[in-house]
């Protein structure tokens, strides 16, 4: 039911840069709506993490970054840490759709 | 400081009807857009409602569609969704979420900034 398509999981050592990518489609991401993207650590509600592509509100650490490129767009933490484990969900709107629309979710494992 | 405090979950049986409210404070309730957003246990996120500012428009996703009807009380800083004709598929974790909106390029794209702790709704017999 997702329309943002997102790898199930990544997984990286502490220290490591992982990425994870939000692929989309010419009604959404392609539109040129933008890509906002949450953090949601286990039995807690989401949080925002990045808006606007590539801005972190305030509080969220740096080393958290986005991009969008095309119908894509990338969630890239620099230094992992092992409070990063958590699931991470892409967010835009769908123009075909009239709705706002959701990745398929990312887990993140620290090994 | 922003809270959403969702209320009204439990345990209901196919066919039935339940009612849940979300509390907001720490800002203007009346100048943001609010949404519902579902998260089934184990699975992924998705946006079901949303009502603007004066409460004069509502969508909703067609999964739920002539069976939920959001609404809001600006008077009281608070967002409802009653939800009629449950079914088990409706089993979640509701979440009310603030909305606002980034634009550039000349396109507005609404994104969720506050989110409340969600309360579970469980249709079964």
Same mark, same amino acid.
């Given at each position: 039911?997702?329309v943002?398509?997102?790898?199930?999981?990544?997984?990286?050592?502490?220290?490591?840069?992982? $990425?994870?990518?939000?692929?989309g489609n010419s009604s959404n991401i392609g539109a040129g709506y933008d890509?906002?993207?949450?953090?949601?650590?286990?039995? $807690?509600?989401?949080?925002?993490?990045?808006?606007?592509?590539?801005?972190?509100?305030?509080?969220?650490?740096?080393?958290?970054?986005?991009?969008?490129?095309?119908t894509?767009?990338?969630?890239?933490? $620099?230094?992992?840490?092992?409070?990063?484990?958590?699931?991470?969900?892409?967010?835009s709107y769908d123009s075909g759709l009239s709705a706002y629309v959701?990745? $398929?979710?990312?887990?993140?494992?620290?090994? | 400081?922003?809270?959403?405090?969702?209320?009204?979950?439990?345990?209901?049986?196919?066919? !039935?009807?339940?009612?849940?409210?979300?509390?907001?404070?720490?800002?203007?309730? %009346?100048?943001?857009?609010?949404? =519902?957003?579902?998260?089934?246990? !184990?699975? !992924?996120?998705? =946006?079901?409602?949303?009502?603007?500012?004066?409460?004069?428009?509502?969508y909703?996703?067609?999964?739920?569609?002539?069976?939920?009807?959001?609404?809001?009380?600006?008077?009281?800083?608070?967002?409802?969704?009653?939800?009629?004709?449950?079914?088990?598929?409706?089993?979640?974790?509701? *979440?009310?979420?603030?909305? %606002?909106?980034?634009?550039?390029?000349g396109t507005c794209t609404p994104?969720?900034? *506050?989110? !409340?702790?969600?309360?579970?709704?469980?249709?079964?017999?």
């Amino acid at each position: 039911q997702s329309v943002l398509t997102q790898p199930p999981s990544v997984s990286g050592v502490p220290g490591q840069r992982v $990425t994870i990518s939000c692929t989309g489609n010419s009604s959404n991401i392609g539109a040129g709506y933008d890509v906002h993207w949450s953090q949601q650590l286990p039995g $807690t509600a989401p949080k925002l993490l990045i808006y606007g592509n590539t801005n972190r509100p305030s509080g969220v650490p740096v080393r958290f970054s986005g991009s969008k490129s095309g119908t894509s767009a990338s969630l890239a933490i $620099t230094g992992l840490q092992a409070e990063d484990e958590s699931d991470y969900y892409c967010q835009s709107y769908d123009s075909g759709l009239s709705a706002y629309v959701f990745g $398929t979710g990312t887990k993140v494992s620290v090994l | 400081d922003v809270q959403l405090v969702g209320s009204g979950g439990g345990l209901v049986q196919p066919g !039935g009807s339940l009612r849940l409210s979300c509390a907001a404070s720490g800002f203007t309730f %009346s100048d943001y857009e609010m949404n =519902w957003v579902r998260q089934a246990p !184990g699975k !992924g996120l998705e =946006w079901i409602s949303n009502i603007s500012t004066t409460g004069s428009t509502a969508y909703h996703v067609e999964s739920v569609k002539g069976r939920f009807t959001i609404s809001r009380d600006n008077a009281k800083s608070s967002v409802y969704l009653q939800m009629n004709s449950l079914r088990a598929e409706d089993t979640a974790f509701y *979440y009310c979420a603030r909305v %606002s909106r980034y634009c550039s390029g000349g396109t507005c794209t609404p994104y969720f900034d *506050y989110w !409340g702790q969600g309360t579970l709704v469980t249709v079964s017999s």
